[in-house]
């Protein structure tokens, strides 16, 4: 099995957008209620070239466009990747972080989906590590379903390649147990 490389939905750029667009415009009201900004404004040597209008409106661009910029960002940077023997977590646009799950030591993988999840096919993917009982989500994935089947395909592939579960037993003891999934006799 080849490594496979995981990015969230695109369905999160336009929740993340909403999500800021709201909370930019109730700053921008609260802040425009509680200042006076085309006073001030005017008191400026700006004030005399270019209208509070017009400034105004290049602000609201220039705020938006950045916003714009930092959600697709934020998503393009953040990935997992999926490889033979461990699950890598990379984000960040700054400060990068990358995180790694061995895949010897996940022992479950579940998914779940909200309503809008189920209607446009995103969810988050749950790993359970074994040793320490933490779990890390990997919220809005596409497909979590799928994902997490990939999962446990890697990590099965992962168990097999270590060897069988067995291989602590000597010779008479596998001859004894008969052929299974992992023994041919």
Not at 25 to 41: M, N, P
Not at 121 to 138: A, D, R
């Amino acid at each position: 099995m080849s490594e496979r490389i995981i990015k969230k939905s695109p369905v999160v750029i336009v929740k993340n957008f909403l999500i800021l667009q709201a909370l930019a415009v109730a700053t921008y009201i609260a802040a425009a209620y509680l200042g006076h900004y085309a006073q001030i404004y005017r008191s400026l040597p700006l004030s005399k070239i270019v209208s509070f209008q017009i400034a105004q409106a290049i602000f609201v661009f220039g705020l938006e466009t950045l916003i714009i910029f930092y959600i697709f960002f934020r998503w393009y940077k953040e990935y997992w990747q999926i490889q033979p023997y461990q699950i890598v977590h990379g984000q960040g646009l700054l400060f990068r972080k990358r995180e790694s799950i061995p895949l010897n030591q996940i022992s479950s993988v579940s998914y779940s989906q909200g309503p809008l999840g189920k209607l446009v096919k995103y969810g988050t993917v749950e790993i359970k590590v074994s040793q320490s009982e933490k779990f890390f989500s990997f919220k809005d994935l596409p497909e979590p379903q799928s994902i997490a089947e990939l999962i446990i395909q890697f990590k099965q592939a992962s168990d097999f390649k270590n060897g069988p579960p067995h291989s602590n037993l000597n010779l008479d003891q596998l001859l004894k147990g008969g052929e299974r999934e992992n023994l041919e006799l």
